[in-house]
């Protein structure tokens, strides 16, 4: 009897279990968000049916068939197509010739033919993947080996072997600047300051830029009038 | 191609002429032409039709509001009303002026060098009073010496400082800042010749200028090295960079070079000649990149003995380069601290 008696409680209890109401609002910060991404992904399916059927999980980095996070310094949301900003343009430097952007195969080719080319491209995207940023200078110093050996031939090797062994100091009696470059914060050593037959790089004041002469004319009345409209473009030197 | 070129061609044809103006050294000498000009200009040009009472309260409003967001510290909304401003009212009245200097100044205050220069400047352009042009050009002068343009900076405040109508006060900023102009050029003897004479006025400037005169003088004594005894040093692997004062390059330069050396004379004598050839190679890379990098890095040296010379006299004697504070004049209102007109 009383194991019949139990046996009816355990059921009830069952029961009263199964008929419960779903759990209360989210409280905590993750069910707070599940609920938003939920809530997000009904108001798409709801607002845009022919597209519902075009969204994919991404697995940017990671085992196969598990998904993560995305790595601050590798997942690049830039990368996947249809997500995340445009690249940015091309940084053009007055050292590279605008032929070399427009047909990088055709004038590069001696380049990307350097063995040393090579391997700084190699170390950049398989050691550093595997074994994590060593360089504390910006540009890197696999990347300034490129640019030394590109602008410089055989002299880039020296200024490499130079600043392999270069401090994070400019000098004994002065810091490199600090820059956030590449997830962390590094010491600015650009290829310029190596270059020591440029003389107006080396003398500590501004680089020298002529005046530009100052062009007025007359004083007119209502003239204050075209305000209104943008201003005219300094040039810049 | 063609039909663009075309299309621009009959375009060119039909715009209507616009009047070359003659170029002027200096204010004084477009103020002196501002006379012969005057007719012409009012008989070209049609007087704005006149506000009426709704737009004139409108226009007051922005004006208000502007500085009220001004003197808040919310630049780029203060530009907003202050072009708004501009705009009811035509760029006439007594206040267009200085609502235009305001735009310049929010814009300096808000560290956009290079727009407060463009707006500055092109209200010295199309100024029409001798006076509002200096202090346009003062302010754009400031703006482009901020933005470490001094080649932009110096002929504006020269015009000034060279223009015998130019107010006295006004002069002296101007002598200043056409002082600093220099200096941060690197042209030191022009630079060393203004503040003298900003130290023999004794004026405001005269004990900074003293100050600064005293600081070129030491530029001559400051400490450098020889590329060429660095390099000449370095051939023995390390003693360059001993005597640039970076010991720790020294000992790493002078380690790996000995471990090379020692490692491909064993080779050699083994030898091993693979081993040896490729240890040779890479000990020839170091050794050279060792004597490139003394002579490179007495020149960064004697630049680095510059820059931090040049850095202590800015921080010792340069504050007053800045833009005054917000709130540094009782009672100025927004664009008035720029021009130094309170």
């Known amino acids: 009897m009383m194991r019949a008696l139990a046996l009816a409680a355990l059921l009830c209890l069952a029961g009263a279990t199964l008929a419960a109401p779903p759990a209360a609002s989210p409280t905590t910060p993750k069910e707070l968000r599940e609920a938003r991404e939920a809530e997000h992904r009904r108001a798409v399916k709801a607002f845009a049916p022919f597209d519902g059927g075009d969204r994919r999980d991404v697995v940017r980095q990671g085992a196969k068939g598990k998904k993560r996070a995305a790595h601050p310094m590798v997942g690049d949301a830039a990368k996947v197509p249809g997500e995340g900003p445009p690249p940015p343009p091309l940084r053009v430097s007055p050292d590279v010739p605008e032929a070399a952007l427009l047909a990088p195969n055709v004038v590069g080719a001696g380049l990307s033919a350097s063995p040393l080319f090579l391997f700084s491209l190699g170390y950049q995207h398989i050691f550093t993947k595997l074994d994590g940023p060593r360089c504390a200078h910006l540009p890197t110093c696999s990347r300034f080996g490129s640019q030394a050996v590109a602008r410089h031939g055989a002299l880039g090797i020296l200024m490499t072997m130079d600043r392999l062994i270069q401090p994070n100091d400019s000098s004994a009696i002065r810091h490199l600047p600090e820059v956030e470059g590449y997830g962390m914060v590094r010491v600015f050593d650009p290829l310029e300051d190596y270059e020591f037959w440029k003389p107006e790089r080396f003398t500590g004041f501004l680089l020298p830029a002529a005046e530009v002469s100052l062009v007025l004319p007359p004083l007119s009345p209502a003239s204050l009038a075209s305000l209104t409209a943008p201003p005219p473009e300094t040039p810049r030197p | 191609m063609i039909a663009t070129l075309a299309l621009a061609t009959v375009v060119a044809a039909q715009a209507p002429a616009t009047p070359e103006a003659a170029p002027a050294d200096s204010p004084k000498e477009a103020a002196e032409d501002t006379d012969e000009d005057a007719d012409e200009a009012a008989v070209e040009a049609p007087p704005p039709a006149p506000l009426t009472p709704e737009q004139a309260t409108m226009a007051t409003h922005s004006l208000t ?148 005169v005293a600081a070129l ?107 005054p504070g917000l709130h540094a004049v009782e009672g100025a209102l927004p664009g008035t601290i720029v021009r130094f007109a309170f």
């Open chain 2, 65 to 212: 509001f502007g500085d009220h967001l001004f003197l808040d510290g919310d630049w780029y909304r203060s530009i907003s009303e202050y072009r708004r401003f501009l705009y009811l009212v035509r760029g006439s009245g007594p206040d267009a002026e200085r609502a235009a200097m305001a735009i310049g100044e929010a814009l300096l205050r808000g560290e956009q060098w290079d727009a407060a220069g463009r707006q500055l400047d092109g209200i010295a352009q199309r100024a029409g009073r001798l006076e509002l042009r200096q202090q346009a050009l003062f302010g754009a002068g400031r703006a482009y010496l901020l933005d470490q343009r001094p080649e932009l900076a110096k002929p504006r405040f020269r015009l000034l400082v060279e223009d015998g109508g130019t107010e006295a006060k006004l002069k002296s900023e101007a002598t200043w800042l056409l002082a600093w102009g220099h200096f941060d050029a690197g042209e030191l003897s022009e630079a060393r010749a203004y503040f003298q004479q900003l130290a023999d006025a004794k004026g405001v400037h005269a004990e900074a200028a003293k100050g600064v």
């Open chain 2, 217 to 323: 003088d030491g530029y001559d004594k400051l400490e450098t090295k020889d590329p060429l005894l660095a390099g000449a040093l370095s051939l023995i692997p390390g003693l360059g960079h001993v005597y640039l004062g970076q010991w720790g390059i020294a000992l790493t330069s002078a380690s790996w070079n000995g471990l090379f050396i020692f490692a491909a004379v064993s080779a050699w004598l083994a030898g091993d000649w693979g081993v040896a050839t490729v240890l040779t190679l890479m000990e020839v890379g170091w050794y050279a990149g060792g004597v490139f990098g003394a002579v490179a890095g007495a020149y960064r040296y004697n630049r680095d003995a510059v820059r931090n010379w040049r850095d202590e006299a800015l921080a010792t004697w340069g504050a007053t380069r800045e833009l």
